[in-house]
């Protein structure tokens, strides 16, 4: 079983930039398909994006493709966001979350992930 710990959110504005960092312990970091969801106050959560374990080939949620970017350091056992332009609708709770098996078609389906972090907050002003 892995455990997840999300860091790196805070306030910025609008056109800002923004790294997030999701640590994992528990289980071979190497073996999980990855992938970031966001909750806006009120919204239901959706995904923003997801990577491979192995090939490392990755999806992204069309209001983010271009900004944001997912990666994974395996020898860290850490996911990572990178998010530039940063608009205020980005505004939210972001979550990283693991599966073993790969989603197939529901790369950014919540339902398919069983493993999630706490999540950290980003505010992006105008």
């Known amino acids: 079983q892995v455990q997840l710990g999300e860091s790196g959110g805070g306030s910025v504005q609008a056109g800002g930039s923004l790294r997030l960092s999701c640590a994992a312990s528990?289980?071979?970091?190497?073996?999980?398909?990855m992938a970031w969801f966001r909750q806006a106050p009120g919204q239901e959560r959706e995904g923003v994006a997801h990577?491979?374990?192995?090939?490392?080939?990755?999806a992204y949620a069309d209001a983010v493709k271009g900004r944001f970017t997912i990666s994974r350091d395996n020898a860290k056992n850490t996911l990572y966001l990178s998010m530039n332009s940063l608009k205020p609708q980005d505004t939210g709770t972001y979550y990283c979350a693991a599966v073993i098996t790969r989603p197939g078609s529901g790369l950014l389906d919540q339902s398919r992930y069983g493993y999630w972090g706490q999540g950290t907050q980003v505010t992006v002003s105008s």
């Open positions: 990577i491979d374990t192995g090939t490392n080939v990755t």
């Open positions: 528990g289980s071979r970091f190497s073996n999980h398909n």
